[in-house]
């Protein structure tokens, strides 16, 4: 049953944990977002929602790119495409395992269901790294309006990922968009600029965008 309503951000414990259950409906997903919330399940059969005290966010002002990377870029070593392969991405950032702390297996049968339905809606976005036709990295996430959320990254190449985040950028600076959401502040996107900010700060931020 899709749900009506959520419990304030406030009433999340020190981790972040809002609520557990309910379903991932099209309808479902997006209110949560709405309102400061993400589902990320603790198995395959547990769906909870975290709404985490401080939230990673990076700010395209302070958007950073290393020389190596650059170096890469120039080199043109890889192309980057939107959209062409939503489940491949989807798929293959399920099956990361190299994520320090963090393993892939939140990415659910159902988070996969879910997400991929949101992007035939037109909610959902992939940036995609290619090497001679093949798919090598990219990452995926929700876009409501001028609020963008990056869900999952994955490489196979090195460089590869970190390229489609420089794609995602240049999508969002084409659509007036000045920031977005992390969620959580990783060695990866805080190799980017991304910092934590009090959720008090992210509530009013996410108003502004949506």
């Not at 259950?21 to 479902?28: E, H, R, T, Y």
């Not at 043109?76 to 320090?100: P, S, W, Y």
């Not at 940036?127 to 990254?153: N, P, R």
Request: with cysteine.
């Amino acid at each position: 049953m899709v749900i009506k309503q959520f419990p304030p951000v406030e009433d999340a414990d020190e981790h972040g944990l809002l609520a557990v259950g309910g379903d991932l409906d099209p309808q479902s997903i997006l209110l949560a977002y709405q309102n400061g919330i993400f589902p990320w399940p603790l198995d395959e059969e547990t769906l909870a929602w975290f709404a985490p005290p401080e939230r990673a966010v990076i700010f395209l002002d302070d958007f950073h790119v290393s020389r190596t990377l650059k170096r890469v870029l120039s080199r043109k070593i890889f192309t980057t495409r939107r959209d062409h392969d939503f489940e491949g991405v989807i798929l293959r950032c399920a099956e990361m395992q190299n994520r320090g702390e963090q393993d892939g297996t939140w990415i659910t049968h159902q988070i996969i269901k879910a997400y991929t339905h949101l992007h035939t809606l037109g909610f959902t976005h992939s940036f995609e790294s290619y090497v001679e036709g093949e798919l090598v990295g990219g990452l995926y996430g929700i876009q409501l309006g001028k609020f963008f959320a990056a869900e999952s990254s994955f490489f196979r190449v090195s460089d590869a990922s970190k390229v489609a985040m420089c794609a995602l950028v240049e999508y969002l600076r084409s659509q007036n968009i000045s920031w977005f959401d992390c969620q959580v502040l990783t060695p990866f996107s805080e190799s980017f600029g991304a910092r934590d900010i009090p959720r008090t700060d992210y509530m009013r931020l996410l108003a502004d965008a949506l």
